[in-house]
């Protein structure tokens, strides 16, 4: 082997030479090539202030870090946790299927919060009467009572955009809001 390869071989790669030494935040001219690359079609780019669907979810992450944090210092639980709790507690007796449906989360992420919740005592699983193959979800007296204090605890979660809105917008904005979901199609159903 002759040293010119063995010295090729062992120089560090951050110790080659620089192609452009234009700038030393950008050495290889990445910010010029990509800031010139035009968007397909001639589109202009979304205003993100602007666009609704972005605000939305801006809104909606906000309101879940807010809450996350409230029940994890509150009871120790963490969001998927407490949305499951809260779904058996506006109904008792729902499936796993059925808390699946109403809430923002797919079946494992609702299983692994379920089994969390069945371990901690927070909630118990009985056997259908009409079908042993499906179980319903209730609160033990453990469970109700973490309910009870995190529904007290999460209700300030939306006091600041209550403020901003008197009841009858509140309403109005729900109705709304429930209106857009419904119209936006499930991923699952594109083609």
């Not at 110790?15 to 950008?26: E, G, Q, W």
């Not at 008197?166 to 109705?175: H, K, L």
């Amino acid at each position: 082997m002759s040293s010119t390869k063995s010295q090729s071989r062992r120089q560090p790669a951050g110790d080659l030479p620089l192609p452009d030494a234009r700038s030393t935040a950008d050495p290889l001219g990445v910010e010029e090539s990509v800031a010139s690359l035009p968007l397909d079609s001639g589109l202009e780019a979304i205003r993100l202030n602007d666009y609704w669907p972005y605000q939305v979810t801006v809104l909606a992450d906000r309101i879940a870090r807010l809450t996350s944090a409230i029940v994890k210092r509150e009871a120790g639980l963490n969001l998927s946790q407490w949305r499951v709790l809260a779904a058996i507690a506006e109904a008792p007796g729902r499936t796993a299927v059925e808390v699946v449906n109403v809430t923002p989360m797919d079946k494992g992420i609702v299983s692994r919060a379920t089994k969390a919740l069945l371990e901690a005592g927070l909630v118990v699983r009985r056997a259908s009467q009409a079908d042993g193959r499906v179980s319903h979800l209730y609160l033990t007296t453990k469970g109700k009572g973490v309910y009870a204090h995190l529904r007290q605890a999460v209700e300030a979660v939306p006091l600041a955009g209550n403020r901003m809105m008197d009841a009858g917008e509140q309403g109005a904005f729900c109705s709304l809001v429930k209106r857009l979901a419904n119209s936006i199609p499930e991923a699952d159903r594109l083609g």
